[in-house]
């Protein structure tokens, strides 16, 4: 199974973007997927989270600011992020369980997309 990541890209202040995570390969099911970011010279901290079955859990400093959802038929998750803010620039990446047929279950990782915030 492989995960990539599209929509980052140079925002201003006050902007959005959406970014999306999408699954392919010989994928039985997806089951939790989650974003995660990583700022330059700080740890890699979590953002957000989705269950298959659509419960959803946010870091404290982006709850209402982030949407999270996801599209089973297309096994990709999404992330709305308005009112950015420079303190949201950082790589961002998304991880899924991925069940895979005679292999078993594993969490997988995209490569991140790098999101730019300016003053």
């Known amino acids: 199974a492989q995960l990539v990541e599209s929509g980052g890209g140079l925002v201003q202040a006050g902007g959005a973007l959406k970014l999306s995570c999408a699954v392919s390969?010989?994928?039985?099911?997806?089951?939790?997927m989650r974003w995660f970011r990583q700022a330059p010279g700080k740890q890699r901290e979590f953002v957000a989270s989705?269950?298959?079955?659509?419960?959803?859990t946010y870091a404290d400093d982006v709850k209402g600011r982030v949407t999270i959802s996801r599209d089973n038929t297309k096994n990709t998750m999404y992330l709305q992020m308005d009112s950015l803010e420079p303190g949201d620039t950082a790589v961002y990446s998304c991880?899924?369980?991925?069940?895979?047929?005679?292999?078993?279950?594993?969490?997988?990782w995209g490569q991140g997309t790098q999101v730019t915030v300016s003053t």
């Open positions: 991880s899924a369980q991925i069940v895979e047929e005679g292999v078993g279950t594993f969490d997988a």
């Open positions: 989705i269950t298959s079955g659509g419960r959803i």
């Open positions: 390969g010989n994928v039985f099911r997806v089951n939790a």
